[in-house]
């Protein structure tokens, strides 16, 4: 990206894949071996940079990725000029189309580059060792955040299958030109990502800023890790190392709307891709896609926006827009409002982390427990919210409705009904599809045809 366009050219790692170009087979003509790219713990820094600057692309976090699922579930809909990720909405995409070759060439690239840091066998002299070590963890969280992430949009959820014993997605560790890797099994990426993240964990000593990993945004990961693999026990006990560490605190509720409309760091953030004036994705930016500014292409369905009280703040983040009119509604989403592109796209928040506590003390029947830490949340964003008294599934349902408001665009809804194993109703549907539902074949993306061209070790997902 802009940002490090300059010093990462100094110290090129990995030539950028371009489309058409396919990711796993790519030979780097400008690339440096890492025992030449990396000599110190500067370049390593530098490397880095670059890392968490190909996480801003407009195909990873920069839109897509957060998008896409989105745009595939019951809280969004379709404008009427909707042409961007439109047929992902509709559940008629195919191997082809730009969308699923760019995430998969994109998030594979922040692969590869976590790689150069991590196999620089760069040995840290005592001066710098806590940087060194921090920078080395930084980059294991990286690439198991992009594995975990790749797993999640191109193959279907843990609980699919017992023990996640289904195709997933391969496991790079290497840079390796004449590699051929087949599809490790979601169980196995779910493992080599939580080996990552021990690594990390192990590793990481300090915080630089809520733009770079640390020890905490690595042990919230693993709690929602932990929560889609339906291990309730293991993600209380992560989520509450976050929440009881001390080291974030949920953004007040007289904040909380201006966190969102200052073009900087969301509420409760605790980890999350920059983006600044000189390196945002511009008119590629995720907000753009919302806005009337922008495409404008979608808008919150009806379905989402009737479970917010009217005296809840998160109800301030749609907007009136008086184009609209008939199925369309009246409001536009206006949580990512820069009209440059400038917002930070959330990756994890404490607020989440509170969420999956109280789900998973809900699960383990901690009830008095789950509705403390859903109240939390819920009575952060109004104050007046009567108490709740639920208890079973109805309790479940609330922390549901909780997380679905306080996540909304965020990228979580589509996987979070697939983890229930839950289909897409959407009441309020703008689509031809309107009822998807579970299990379906359709809730993930194809592997790419280049890919499937250029490795013959690569299946493709069913249904495509």
């Not at 839109?63 to 745009?71: G, S």
């Not at 073009?263 to 390196?279: H, K, L, Q, R």
């Amino acid at each position: 990206m802009k940002r490090f366009k300059n010093i990462f050219a100094l110290i090129l790692m990995l030539s950028a894949t371009s489309c058409g170009e396919e990711l796993l087979d790519i030979t780097p003509s400008t690339a440096l071996p890492p025992d030449i790219a990396i000599q110190s713990v500067a370049d390593m820094e530098t490397v880095l940079l670059g890392v968490y600057s190909q996480m801003q692309n407009s195909d990873y976090y920069g839109r897509y990725f957060i998008l896409v699922p989105d745009v595939m579930s019951d809280d969004v809909k379709q404008n009427a000029s909707a042409n961007r990720a439109k047929e992902w909405a509709e559940f008629n995409g195919n191997e082809i189309d730009f969308i699923a070759e760019e995430i998969w060439t994109e998030v594979y690239e922040v692969i590869l580059r976590a790689n150069t840091v991590i196999n620089s066998g760069l040995e840290f002299p005592a001066a710098v060792k806590d940087l060194g070590d921090q920078l080395l963890g930084e980059a294991y969280a990286i690439r198991a955040l992009a594995h975990f992430d790749i797993a999640r949009i191109y193959a279907q959820t843990y609980n699919f299958s017992s023990g996640g014993s289904h195709p997933g997605v391969p496991i790079v560790t290497e840079f390796d030109p004449d590699a051929e890797p087949t599809r490790a099994t979601v169980g196995e990426v779910y493992q080599a990502v939580l080996s990552d993240l021990d690594r990390s964990i192990s590793l990481m000593n300090q915080s630089r800023g809520t733009g770079f990993f640390s020890r905490d945004a690595a042990v919230a990961l693993q709690a929602r890790i932990a929560l889609y693999m339906s291990d309730f026990a293991k993600a209380e006990s992560l989520a509450s190392q976050v929440i009881d560490g001390g080291n974030f605190s949920l953004t007040s509720t007289e904040g909380y709307l201006d966190a969102w409309a200052a073009n900087g760091s969301a509420p409760d953030v605790i980890f999350e891709v920059i983006m600044t004036e000189s390196d945002n994705n511009g008119g590629d930016a995720l907000g753009r896609m919302y806005i009337n500014e922008g495409y404008g292409d979608y808008l919150p369905s009806l379905d989402l926006v009737n479970l917010i009280d009217s005296n809840d703040i998160r109800s301030q983040l749609f907007k009136f827009d008086e184009t609209l009119a008939g199925v369309y509604g009246t409001i536009r989403v206006n949580k990512f409002p820069n009209i440059n592109g400038e917002d930070n796209t959330p990756v994890i928040r404490l607020s989440e982390l509170y969420l999956i506590r109280a789900e998973a003390r809900a699960m383990t029947g901690n009830e008095a427990g789950a509705i403390e830490d859903l109240m939390t949340i819920r009575q952060r964003a109004w104050p007046t919210a009567p108490a709740v008294t639920a208890t079973g599934e109805a309790l479940l349902d609330e922390i549901e409705r909780e997380k679905r408001i306080e996540l909304m665009f965020e990228g979580h809804r589509l996987w979070d009904l697939m983890r229930k194993g839950r289909s897409v109703m959407r009441t309020d549907c703008t689509a031809p599809i309107c009822e998807i539902n579970y299990p379906n074949e359709r809730f993930i993306l194809p592997i790419p045809q280049q890919e499937l061209v250029a490795n013959p070790n690569i299946s493709q997902n069913p249904g495509y």
